[in-house]
């Protein structure tokens, strides 16, 4: 029946395959060791920052913010966690306890816990940024 289905419906078939796959290659990477490629996990939207995790434990979060231009995370700040940003590609701008300062491609953002912190694109192209938090929220 569910064959049948699928022969009816051949590309909402092909999305569920493609989120079973995704899942599956996700519960895999938190299961083994891996080297991972940050681009291969962006998930960009045009309406607002794309957000999505790469890897997490009790101990870590590791995340992949992608932004387009002009958009951006507002300033928040996290209790009893810290929060490292890695700019993987792209430039943009951090707010980091009260400062704006400019970042770019290889740069670490570190934003200790309560300290206030976001990202906004301020480049022409996109902007992604992976966000390590310690403890796991």
């Known amino acids: 029946m569910a064959q049948g289905r699928c022969m ?5 078939c092909a999305e569920l395959q493609l989120v079973h796959s995704r899942l599956l290659h996700e519960r895999t990477l938190m299961e083994h060791p891996s080297i991972i490629w940050p681009a291969d996990h962006a998930q960009w939207r045009p309406d607002r920052m794309g ?29 009893k966690m810290d929060k490292v940003y890695q700019v993987v590609e792209g430039e943009g701008v951090v707010l980091l306890d009260g400062r704006e300062l ?19 694109n301020t480049g022409g192209g996109r902007l992604l940024v992976l966000a390590i938090l310690a403890p796991a929220p």
């Open 8 to 12: 009816n419906d051949f590309k909402r």
């Open 51 to 79: 957000k999505g995790t790469i890897f997490e434990s009790p101990r870590l979060l590791v995340g992949l913010n992608c932004f387009e231009p002009g958009q951006f995370h507002a300033l928040h700040a996290h209790s």
């Open 102 to 120: 400019p970042i770019k491609a290889g740069e670490l953002v570190v934003a200790p816990e309560g300290v206030p912190h976001g990202i906004r």
